[in-house]
T-cell receptor, first 113, second 117 residues
Framework: QQQVKQSPQSLIVQKGGISIINCAYE??????FPWYQQFPGKGPALLIA?????SEKKEGRFTISFNKSAKQFSLHIMDSQPGDSATYFC????????????FGKGTLLTVNP | EAGVVQSPRYKIIEKKQPVAFWCNPI?????LYWYLQNLGQGPELLIR????????DSQLPKDRFSAERLKGVDSTLKIQPAELGDSAVYLC???????????????FGPGTRLTVL
């Protein structure tokens, strides 16, 4: 049972454009929603995270939009750069102080110069 | 500050052979995680330690996989015997204990890429 569904599987964007990746979850017990960025040969690295008490969080060019009623959240990358080319994973966590994360399948983002 | 260290980075073995992966978490991080990442997939939790106690090993295939975290610092994940389907990247991550008000962020190591022939 896939508890976190991520789309699209791959995305190609021109430099300066907006990249949008979407995720949907099923388990209403989830209370922590991070996005991870992974470059080839590296482990995932936390990009930005949100809790369900807010609908949006922005850090630099990265924004998470969260819709609790729809059980959906998305990552927006503004002014996309070639250096943003990587695989992005959404995740959902629960379990109190140390979150057990369930990851989506990932989105391979390519930003063309 | 050093990140999560894993070794080896790559391992190629014949099926039915044993293999072990080692992880050194970030200093002071009480919680350690082992994840399995198949090609084109997100990481899947295998086991989570709080200090030396395995608090969640429900996804660990215990017939062939074992893990230990002696003294609550370094950890070893072992597969014996390895099967073709075990070919994947094995990721280790660590985080501060949340009850101390620290970050719940999980910091990942670079992983060990296992190929079983």
């Amino acid at each position: 049972q896939q508890q976190v569904k991520q789309s699209p599987q791959s995305l190609i964007v021109q430099k300066g454009g907006i990249s949008i990746i979407n995720c949907a979850y099923e388990n209403t017990a989830f209370d922590y929603f991070p996005w991870y960025q992974q470059f080839p040969g590296k482990g995932p690295a936390l990009l930005i995270a949100i809790r369900p008490d807010v609908s949006e969080k922005k850090e630099g060019r990265f924004t998470i939009s969260f819709n609790k009623s729809a059980k959906q959240f998305s990552l927006h990358i503004m002014d996309s750069q070639p250096g943003d080319s990587a695989t992005y994973f959404c995740a959902a966590g629960s379990g109190g102080s140390n979150y057990k994360l369930t990851f989506g399948k990932g989105t391979l983002l390519t930003v063309n110069p | 500050e050093a990140g999560v260290v894993q070794s080896p980075r790559y391992k190629i073995i014949e099926k039915k052979q044993p293999v072990a992966f080692w992880c050194n978490p970030i200093s002071g991080h009480n919680t350690l995680y082992w994840y399995l990442q198949n090609l084109g997939q997100g990481p899947e939790l295998l086991i989570r330690y709080e200090n030396e106690e395995a608090v969640d090993d429900s996804q660990l295939p215990k017939d062939r996989f074992s893990a230990e975290r002696l003294k609550g610092v370094d950890s070893t994940l072992k597969i014996q015997p390895a099967e073709l389907g075990d070919s994947a990247v094995y990721l280790c991550a660590s985080s501060l204990h949340g009850d101390r008000g620290g970050s719940n962020e999980q910091f990942f190591g670079p992983g060990t890429r296992l190929t079983v022939l």
